[in-house]
C-alpha cells in the first residue's frame, strides 16, 4: 500500500511540475501582467530583471494572457525592463523582492509612435501581493532599530506571535506551542529537535534579510504546526564589499530589578566585546562569487538565585565562521554552498533551568555545532525551472552535567508541598551527567521542478511540486544526574526564605511519606531517526486578471526506527492548502485576500521517542520511608534502602507502547483579510485568523490497555498498567483554539522618515492543557488516563480556560528619522521602537495533590504501582488562566551615526538604549498556593480552597520586571557598537 501511495504522489508531482524548493524558499519571485492601452493583454513581450544581487540577467516572455513569471530570483533591488516590437519599452526600477516573496510588477505599453509615456500600474509590496500573513525585515531596517538580533529577537518584532515562551529563544506563532516553529537559515532547518529554538548557525552582520510566516503559508512549507521563521545570509557580489563590527555590552549598563535593590544585589562592572567581519565579492564576474563571516564572542553573563542574595558569573566563549560560494557555470543555472561551523564553550551555567537556588547546580560544557549546504537551481528547456538541495546540520553536548557519581552528590528538586515553597526548584547539586553526551543532528534533501501553462480561457497555472526527505536524529540516554539519582524534597525555610548550609546550599528536610527520590536508569548511546519524506503541489491559478488562487497540497509520510529495532511512528497524513485574492479596483491596490489550510506539527523526539531509551530513561519513584531529619549529611536520607514504597514507575520499552498511525498534533486555520496599498509608500492590511487544534497526542493508561509485569535492568518493579500513546479522538479530549486580528501599516513619510506599527489583538486562546513548560516541550494531559479515577474530576485536573501563552493585545510602533548634518559629516539615523503588551494569565493550581479517599476508593483494579495513596497530580480552582498578570510598556531607541570617507568606505558607531524609562513595574509573581485542608470538599473529596504561599503576589525571580531584550533581566540596558562598511 505505501509503495502504491508513493507511486502515485510521484506521478502527480510529474504531471503537476514545481516552484521552489520544498522547503525552505531562499528564492523570491517577480510577476505581473502586461496590457496595452486598450487593456488587451500584451503576450511576446521580452521582460528583463537585473540586480546587484543577481549573477547575470533572467529573461521571461509573457504568455497569451499577457502573464509573465521570472523564478529562483536571490532577495533584492531589482530593474525591470519590458520590450515588444511597436511599443515603447518600459522600464521599472528599485523593485524589491523579499525573501521567498512574490512581487508584482503590473504595465501598460503604449504604441511607440504615440508620445505617452509608459505607465506601471501597479508595484505591490509583498503584504499585498501575497496571501500569506507575517512580515519581513531587511538588514538596513534592522540595523537601525533597537532589536535584538537572534533570530527569536527578530521574530518578535513581527505581528502574530509572542515571545511568552517556557523557553529562552522561543515564540509562540499564532496561538501554537512554543517548540512547533521551523527556523531556518540559507534553507537548512536549524531548529533544536526538542525545543524548536534556534541554533547559532549566523552571524548576525551576514544576515541579509528574514521572513516570518504567521498564517496563510502555501503547500511548500511543512512540519510545524505554528509558523517559519527563515532567514537567509549574503552572497557577495561584482564589487568586493565587506564589514567590521565590535560590539559592546557590560552587566553594569543594565540597571537592576527591584528585587535585585532590596537583596543589595549589584550587577558586576565585566566589560564584555564581541567581533564580527564580513568580506565578499568576485572572483569571476557574474560567474562565481564568495562570501565569508566571522564571529568571536567571549561574554559574562550575571546569574542570580531565586530568593538569594548569592550571584554567579557566567563566561561563554563563541566563535563562528561562515564561508559561502555561488555560481553561474552556464546562463540560468546557479548553484551555491555554504558551510557555517559554530562552537560554544560555557561555564557556570545553569545545569537545568533558571529556577535555581544556589550555585551548586551550575555547569561547565561544549557545544559543537555546524551546518553545511548546498544548492542547485536552473531553467531547463526554456521550459521548466529546477532546484536540488542537501543539507545538514549537526549539535552535540559534551561535557554537560554533573561528574561526582557519589549518591550524596545528588540534585535536588523540590515538592512544593510546603506552604510558601515552589515546586520543581532546584538545588544541591548538578543535573544531568557529563558522562553520557548527546547529539541533535538532522539532513535534509529537497528538489522541485516549475512550469507556466496558459490558456486564453482557462488562465496562467503556475504548477508547482516537490519533495523533501527529512531526517532528525537524536543520541543519548538523557541522564538526569551523574549518581541517576534525583531527590525530591523541600527545604527549611525562614521568613518565607530557604535556610542554607555551610556551603550556601538550602538545607533539605527529610519528611517520611513526602520526600522521594527519583532513579533515572539511561541507555547511553540509544539513537532514533525520524524520517519525514514530503510531497507537495502547488497551483497559483491566475484566473483573471483580477482574481488568483493558490490551490495545494502536501502529503507526510513519516516512519522511524530507534536502538532495538523500536518503530515509534508509520504514518502518512495529507494537507490541503487554499488562497484566494480578489483585486477590488483592478489596479492593484487594494485586494482581498482569504486562506485555509490544516498543518501537522514536527515528529519531535520528544513526542514520537516515548517507548524507546533515547534521551527517555527508565525511572522509578521511591517514596522515603526512613527517620525525619535534615541537611545534607543526613546519612538515611541517602541511603536507597528507605525508599521502601513505589510511587511510579516508567519503563519505556516495557510497558510503553504506541498506537498504529499515530499521528503528530494538526490544526485547522482559516483567514480572511484586506490590504491596501498606499501610493507606493507603504500599506495597510488587516487579517482575521482562526485556528482550532486536533489530532492530540496523548497516553492513555487504562486497565483495557493490559498489565505487564516489569523486571528489567536489575529492578524488579512489578505490575504496572501498559501507556498506549495515541491520538484522542472523541471526548473527553484536549481543546485548543485561537483567534486573532491583526493590524499593519507601514509608511514612508518622506525619504528620511518611515514608519511602522502592528497591533496584535488575541480575541481567544483558550484550551485545557498548555502541552508543554520549562524544559519540558510536547507535555501530555490527564486526557485518557485512569478514566474511572481521574474522569469524575477532570474540571480539577485539566480546567479550560485562557491558555498560558495568552496575551490580549501586542503593539508595536517603530520609526526611522535620518538627519543629514552635511555631504561631508554624514547623518544621524533616530529610531524609536514602542513595545506594549498585555499581562498574561496564570491558574492557581496546587503542585501534585495526592489522590484523594473517594478517588481511590474507585480504583477498579490499577497495580499499586501505579495508583496509591501517594499518587499525585496538579489540582486546580477554578477555571484555567483565571488570573491575569500586568502589562507594561517600554521605550526603546537607536541612534546611528555614519559618515562617507571614500568611496562607499562608511565607518558607523550606534547606542541603543532598551527600556530607556526603566519601566520597574512588577508584572508578574509568585503564584504558589497549597490545598486548604480545611475547605469544603467536592464530591470527588478535592479541597476546594487554597492557602497563598508566604510569597504569593511578591517577586522571587528577576524575571517578573519587565525584561529589555526577551531573555535578558534587568531594568533600562545600554549597547553600544561600532564598526565600518565597504
Same mark, same amino acid.
Given at each position: 500500500?505505501?509503495?502504491?501511495?508513493?507511486?502515485?504522489?510521484?506521478?502527480?508531482?510529474?504531471?503537476?511540475?514545481?516552484?521552489?524548493?520544498?522547503?525552505?524558499?531562499?528564492?523570491?519571485?517577480?510577476? !505581473?501582467?502586461?496590457?496595452?492601452?486598450?487593456?488587451?493583454?500584451?503576450?511576446?513581450?521580452?521582460?528583463?530583471?537585473?540586480?546587484?544581487?543577481?549573477?547575470?540577467?533572467?529573461? %521571461?516572455?509573457?504568455?497569451?494572457?499577457?502573464?509573465?513569471?521570472?523564478?529562483?530570483?536571490?532577495?533584492?533591488?531589482?530593474?525591470? !525592463?519590458?520590450?515588444?516590437?511597436?511599443?515603447?519599452?518600459?522600464?521599472?526600477?528599485?523593485?524589491?523582492?523579499?525573501?521567498?516573496? %512574490?512581487?508584482? /510588477?503590473?504595465?501598460?505599453?503604449?504604441?511607440?509612435?504615440?508620445?505617452? /509615456?509608459?505607465?506601471?500600474?501597479?508595484?505591490?509590496?509583498?503584504?499585498?501581493?501575497?496571501?500569506?500573513?507575517?512580515?519581513? @525585515?531587511?538588514?538596513?531596517q534592522l540595523d537601525?532599530?533597537?532589536?535584538?538580533?537572534?533570530?527569536?529577537?527578530?521574530?518578535?518584532?513581527?505581528?502574530?506571535?509572542?515571545?511568552?515562551?517556557?523557553?529562552?529563544?522561543?515564540?509562540?506563532?499564532?496561538?501554537?506551542?512554543?517548540?512547533?516553529?521551523?527556523?531556518?537559515?540559507?534553507?537548512?532547518?536549524?531548529?533544536?529537535?526538542?525545543?524548536?529554538?534556534?541554533?547559532?548557525?549566523?552571524?548576525?552582520?551576514?544576515?541579509?534579510?528574514t521572513n516570518i510566516l504567521t498564517?496563510?503559508?502555501?503547500?511548500?512549507?511543512?512540519?510545524?504546526?505554528?509558523?517559519?521563521?527563515?532567514?537567509?545570509?549574503?552572497?557577495?557580489?561584482?564589487?568586493?564589499?565587506?564589514? @567590521?563590527?565590535?560590539n559592546f555590552a557590560n552587566p553594569t549598563w543594565i540597571d537592576e530589578t527591584p528585587r535585585q535593590h532590596a537583596a543589595g544585589i549589584k550587577n558586576p562592572d565585566l566589560l564584555s566585546k564581541s567581533y564580527e567581519g564580513t568580506f565578499g565579492g568576485?572572483? /569571476?564576474?557574474?560567474?562565481?562569487? @564568495?562570501?565569508?563571516?566571522?564571529?568571536?564572542?567571549?561574554?559574562?553573563?550575571?546569574?542570580?538565585?531565586?530568593?538569594?542574595?548569592?550571584?554567579?558569573?557566567?563566561?561563554?566563549?563563541?566563535?563562528?565562521?561562515?564561508?559561502?560560494?555561488?555560481?553561474?557555470?552556464?546562463?540560468?543555472?546557479?548553484?551555491?554552498?555554504?558551510?557555517?561551523?559554530?562552537?560554544?564553550?560555557?561555564?557556570?551555567?545553569?545545569?537545568?533551568?533558571?529556577?535555581?537556588?544556589?550555585?551548586?547546580?551550575?555547569?561547565?560544557?561544549?557545544?559543537?555545532?555546524?551546518l553545511f549546504v548546498t544548492n542547485y537551481s536552473g531553467?531547463?528547456?526554456?521550459?521548466?525551472?529546477?532546484?536540488?538541495?542537501?543539507?545538514?546540520?549537526?549539535?552535540?553536548?559534551?561535557?554537560?552535567?554533573?561528574?561526582?557519581?557519589?549518591?550524596?552528590?545528588?540534585?535536588?528538586?523540590?515538592?512544593?508541598?510546603?506552604p510558601g515553597i515552589a515546586a520543581n526548584l532546584l538545588y544541591a547539586a548538578p543535573f544531568f551527567s557529563a558522562l553520557d553526551p548527546e547529539t541533535r543532528d538532522n539532513h535534509q534533501?529537497?528538489?522541485?521542478?516549475?512550469?507556466?501553462?496558459?490558456?486564453?480561457?482557462?488562465?496562467?497555472?503556475?504548477?508547482?511540486?516537490?519533495?523533501?526527505?527529512?531526517?532528525?536524529?537524536?543520541?543519548?540516554?538523557?541522564?538526569?544526574?551523574a549518581t541517576n539519582y534525583v531527590f525530591q524534597a523541600d527545604y527549611l525555610q525562614s521568613g518565607g526564605k530557604p535556610v542554607y548550609d555551610a556551603q550556601g546550599v538550602p538545607i533539605p528536610v527529610w519528611t517520611p511519606g513526602v520526600s522521594r527520590v527519583q532513579n533515572w536508569i539511561p541507555t547511553i548511546g540509544a539513537v532514533i531517526n525520524i524520517n519525514t519524506t514530503s510531497f507537495f503541489a502547488q497551483d497559483r491559478w491566475i484566473a483573471k486578471p483580477r482574481l488568483s488562487v493558490d490551490l495545494g497540497v502536501r502529503l507526510e509520510i513519516v516512519r522511524s526506527n530507534a536502538t532495538g529495532d523500536i518503530v515509534t511512528v508509520d504514518t502518512n497524513k495529507a494537507m490541503p492548502r487554499l488562497g484566494v485574492a480578489y483585486d477590488l479596483q483592478g489596479a492593484g491596490k487594494t485586494v482581498l485576500q482569504a486562506t485555509f489550510g490544516t498543518?501537522?506539527?514536527?515528529?519531535?523526539?520528544?513526542? @514520537?521517542?516515548?517507548?524507546?531509551?533515547?534521551?527517555?530513561?527508565?525511572?522509578?519513584?521511591?517514596?522515603?520511608?526512613?527517620?525525619?531529619?535534615?541537611?545534607?549529611?543526613?546519612?538515611?536520607?541517602?541511603?536507597?534502602?528507605?525508599?521502601?514504597?513505589?510511587?511510579?514507575?516508567?519503563?519505556?520499552?516495557?510497558?510503553?507502547?504506541?498506537?498504529?498511525?499515530?499521528?503528530?498534533?494538526?490544526?485547522?486555520?482559516?483567514?480572511?483579510?484586506?490590504?491596501?496599498?498606499?501610493?507606493?509608500? !507603504?500599506?495597510?492590511?488587516?487579517?482575521?485568523?482562526?485556528?482550532?487544534?486536533?489530532?492530540?497526542?496523548?497516553?492513555?493508561?487504562?486497565?483495557?490497555?493490559?498489565?505487564?509485569?516489569?523486571?528489567?535492568?536489575?529492578?524488579?518493579?512489578?505490575?504496572?498498567?501498559?501507556?498506549?500513546?495515541?491520538?484522542?479522538?472523541?471526548?473527553?479530549n484536549v481543546d485548543r483554539m485561537y483567534q486573532s486580528l491583526v493590524f499593519q501599516n507601514t509608511y514612508r513619510f518622506r525619504n528620511n522618515v518611515s514608519f511602522g506599527a502592528h497591533w496584535t489583538l488575541q480575541l481567544k486562546n483558550e484550551g485545557n492543557s498548555n502541552a508543554e513548560a520549562a524544559n519540558q516541550p510536547g507535555l501530555t494531559s490527564r486526557f485518557g488516563d485512569y478514566p474511572e479515577i481521574l474522569g469524575p474530576a477532570l474540571d480539577r485536573y485539566q480546567p479550560y480556560g485562557r491558555l498560558a501563552d495568552y496575551q490580549r493585545s501586542k503593539l508595536r510602533v517603530y520609526g526611522t528619522y535620518t538627519v543629514g548634518v552635511g555631504s561631508r559629516y554624514g547623518a544621524v539615523d533616530i529610531s524609536p521602537l514602542w513595545r506594549l503588551d498585555s499581562g498574561q494569565s496564570f491558574s492557581y493550581f496546587a503542585s501534585l495533590y495526592p489522590l484523594s479517599t473517594v478517588e481511590l476508593a474507585r480504583n477498579p483494579g490499577y497495580p499499586v504501582n501505579d495508583i496509591n495513596s501517594l499518587t499525585s497530580y496538579d489540582l486546580y480552582f477554578g477555571d484555567r488562566g483565571t488570573g491575569q498578570f500586568k502589562g507594561f510598556g517600554l521605550l526603546d531607541l537607536a541612534a546611528t551615526y555614519s559618515v562617507p570617507v571614500f568611496k562607499s568606505l562608511k565607518p558607523w558607531i550606534k547606542v541603543e538604549f532598551y527600556n530607556l524609562l526603566n519601566n520597574n513595574k512588577l508584572i508578574k509573581w509568585d503564584t504558589t498556593v497549597t490545598a486548604d485542608p480545611n475547605s469544603p470538599k467536592d464530591a470527588n473529596g478535592l479541597p476546594t480552597g487554597y492557602i497563598q504561599g508566604a510569597n504569593f503576589g511578591k517577586a522571587v525571580q528577576d524575571n517578573q520586571f519587565p525584561q529589555p531584550i526577551p531573555g535578558t533581566n534587568g531594568g533600562r540596558l545600554f549597547r553600544m557598537a561600532f564598526g565600518v562598511r565597504f
Open positions: 500500500m505505501r509503495r502504491l501511495l508513493v507511486a502515485a504522489v510521484s506521478a502527480l508531482l510529474l504531471a503537476f511540475s514545481s516552484l521552489a524548493v520544498a522547503q525552505g524558499l531562499q528564492t523570491g519571485v517577480i510577476t !505581473g501582467i502586461v496590457q496595452s492601452n486598450d487593456n488587451l493583454s500584451l503576450p511576446g513581450v521580452t521582460v528583463t530583471v537585473a540586480s546587484p544581487s543577481l549573477q547575470g540577467m533572467r529573461t %521571461a516572455v509573457t504568455d497569451v494572457n499577457g502573464v509573465y513569471l521570472i523564478r529562483g530570483l536571490p532577495a533584492g533591488i531589482y530593474t525591470v !525592463g519590458f520590450d515588444l516590437s511597436a511599443f515603447q519599452p518600459g522600464r521599472r526600477e528599485n523593485v524589491a523582492l523579499p525573501l521567498g516573496g %512574490a512581487t508584482e /510588477v503590473n504595465i501598460v505599453m503604449s504604441l511607440a509612435n504615440r508620445t505617452e /509615456v509608459v505607465n506601471v500600474t501597479a508595484e505591490a509590496p509583498s503584504p499585498v501581493a501575497t496571501v500569506s500573513s507575517g512580515a519581513t @525585515f531587511t538588514k538596513t537601525l532599530l533597537p532589536v535584538g538580533r537572534t533570530p527569536a529577537h527578530i521574530a518578535d518584532l513581527a505581528p502574530g506571535l509572542t515571545s511568552d515562551t517556557p523557553n529562552t529563544g522561543q515564540v509562540t506563532i499564532s496561538g501554537a506551542t512554543a517548540f512547533d516553529n521551523v527556523f531556518m537559515i540559507n534553507g537548512v532547518d536549524i531548529n533544536d529537535n526538542l525545543f524548536g529554538t534556534a541554533h547559532n548557525l549566523f552571524i548576525e552582520d551576514a544576515i541579509q534579510e498564517g496563510g503559508i502555501s503547500a511548500e512549507w511543512g512540519r510545524f504546526s505554528g509558523g517559519v521563521v527563515n532567514m537567509i545570509t549574503k552572497s557577495g557580489g561584482n564589487t568586493f564589499t565587506g564589514s @567590521f563590527r565590535e568576485p572572483l /569571476v564576474k557574474d560567474g562565481l562569487w @564568495f562570501f565569508s563571516a566571522g564571529r568571536y564572542e567571549p561574554s559574562d553573563t550575571n546569574l542570580t538565585f531565586i530568593l538569594s542574595d548569592q550571584a554567579a558569573i557566567r563566561h561563554d566563549v563563541n566563535k563562528r565562521g561562515e564561508l559561502k560560494f555561488t555560481g553561474t557555470p552556464a546562463q540560468g543555472h546557479t548553484i551555491y554552498g555554504d558551510y557555517t561551523n559554530n562552537s560554544t564553550e560555557q561555564n557556570n551555567r545553569y545545569s537545568l533551568n533558571s529556577n535555581s537556588l544556589d550555585p551548586s547546580v551550575l555547569i561547565s560544557e561544549t557545544q559543537p555545532n555546524s531553467v531547463l528547456k526554456n521550459q521548466y525551472f529546477a532546484t536540488a538541495q542537501y543539507s545538514q546540520k549537526k549539535f552535540a553536548f559534551e561535557g554537560a552535567g554533573g561528574t561526582n557519581t557519589a549518591i550524596t552528590a545528588s540534585p535536588i528538586r523540590t515538592r512544593g508541598l510546603t534533501v529537497t528538489a522541485s521542478v516549475s512550469r507556466l501553462l496558459s490558456g486564453k480561457r482557462s488562465g496562467t497555472h503556475d504548477l508547482k511540486g516537490g519533495f523533501e526527505y527529512y531526517r532528525s536524529t537524536r543520541t543519548g540516554g538523557n541522564s538526569q544526574s498543518y501537522s506539527g514536527k515528529y519531535s523526539e520528544a513526542q @514520537f521517542a516515548s517507548n524507546t531509551d533515547v534521551g527517555n530513561p527508565s525511572r522509578v519513584t521511591y517514596g522515603y520511608t526512613g527517620p525525619a531529619g535534615q541537611g545534607r549529611d543526613f546519612a538515611p536520607a541517602f541511603n536507597v534502602a528507605n525508599y521502601g514504597t513505589i510511587i511510579s514507575a516508567a519503563f519505556p520499552t516495557a510497558n510503553i507502547f504506541v498506537a498504529d498511525g499515530v499521528r503528530s498534533p494538526s490544526v485547522a486555520e482559516f483567514t480572511l483579510g484586506i490590504a491596501r496599498e498606499l501610493g507606493g509608500k !507603504g500599506y495597510f492590511k488587516v487579517t482575521y485568523q482562526y485556528r482550532n487544534w486536533y489530532d492530540f497526542l496523548e497516553d492513555t493508561i487504562q486497565l483495557s490497555n493490559g498489565i505487564v509485569h516489569v523486571n528489567q535492568k536489575g529492578v524488579n518493579v512489578g505490575d504496572l498498567t501498559k501507556v498506549i500513546y495515541t491520538n484522542l479522538t472523541s471526548a473527553p
